[in-house]
Nanobody
């Protein structure tokens, strides 16, 4: 079974960048599809990026052009590079295996973007 731990969040000024990491344990990581979501206070969870085991990427319209998802199977890690951050990107960010409609995404990492 694969267990995922996100990290890399922090406080950044608008226009800045952060790279989140999602470290996985388990020998089947390379065959797994993985997604990033975020949830801001009082708002619904938004799935913002996903990557298949073959490296096919998908993004929500709200983040296209600013966020890039990638994976390094040798390091059992999926990354989310976030550029040109905006205050509305402030949220707790999570990573997860399918199903992505589930309510529980486990632990997250806080990203705060100041204006």
């Amino acid at each position: 079974q694969v267990h995922l731990v996100p990290s890399g969040g922090g406080l950044v000024q608008a226009g800045g960048s952060l790279r989140l990491s999602c470290a996985a344990s388990g020998s089947t990581f390379s065959s797994q599809h993985i997604a990033w979501s975020r949830q801001a206070p009082g708002k619904q969870r938004e799935v913002i990026a996903s990557i298949t085991s073959d490296g096919i990427k998908s993004y929500a319209d709200s983040v296209k052009g600013r966020l890039t998802i990638s994976r390094d199977n040798a390091k059992n890690t999926v990354y989310l590079q976030m550029n040109n951050l905006k205050p509305e990107d402030t949220a707790v960010y999570y990573c997860k295996l399918p199903p992505w409609g589930a309510a529980d995404w486990g632990q997250g990492t806080q990203v705060t973007v100041s204006s």
